[in-house]
Nanobody, 121 residues
């Protein structure tokens, strides 16, 4: 059973910072591409940032220069450092990952349960 658990969300003032973590647990052989997404009530989930197994990153235009995605493979954890936060960054943030459970199995896509980020004075 593979699980992704996000943490690090909370309330922060505009201009502040938060670091989100996405920890994978369970029977894991390899973690491939990982992404952070966010979703506001009534809106579609949107891509924030992705990182490949080789460390290549990609960002939504709205967060470039403010957010940084990174991964600690030994800890099976991916981070999202969010700086210069704006009220419009307020959303539920979700972690998404392609994970295989053995060398003979294909990767499956998993989602975490989400963590709330609120940016308000």
């Amino acid at each position: 059973q593979v699980q992704l658990v996000e943490s690090g969300g909370g309330l922060v003032q505009p201009g502040g910072s938060l670091r989100l973590s996405c920890a994978a647990s369970g029977s894991i052989f390899s973690i491939y591409d990982v992404g952070w997404y966010r979703q506001a009530p009534g809106k579609q989930r949107e891509l924030v940032a992705t990182i490949t197994s080789g460390g290549r990153t990609n960002y939504a235009d709205s967060v470039k220069g403010r957010f940084t995605i990174s991964r600690a493979n030994a800890k099976k954890t991916v981070y999202l450092q969010m700086n210069s936060l704006k009220p419009e960054d307020k959303d539920v943030y979700y972690c998404n990952a392609d994970i295989s459970t053995s060398r003979w199995s294909a990767g499956y896509n998993y989602w975490g349960q989400g963590t709330q980020v609120t940016v308000s004075s």
